[in-house]
């Protein structure tokens, strides 16, 4: 189970977007977290952070007009490693996402 969610973050289309957003997490959960016994709520048993999550391997094309970097995003939103990608025919940028990169948000930019 995962969620991927792709946001553009300059209020265009996706396929217009100079800047988009890649969310991929699957769980999560905070330390000491404390669940009832059906697992349906943790009512004011939340925890403490650091939040842990499980980082989703998987391999990401995205069709665009431009060339494009990727980097994945530490938890205040700044770059931090250089995602390599390909650019292959009509425009799709290929490239992989790993638990090895500590990152649940990658950016997407225009170069």
Known sequence: ????????????????????????????????????????????????????????????????NASRVVFALDNTGRRGKRIAGQLGDGGVLGFDVNPADAAVWYEIAAD
């Open 1 to 64: 189970f995962g969620v991927i969610v792709l946001a553009a973050m300059d209020r265009q289309s996706l396929i217009r977007s100079r800047r988009l957003l890649l969310t991929v997490v699957s769980r999560a959960e905070n330390q000491e977290m404390v669940w009832d016994a059906k697992r349906t709520s943790v009512s004011n048993k939340w925890g403490r952070g650091p939040t842990r999550v499980l980082g989703v391997p998987m391999h990401v094309r995205i069709k665009g």
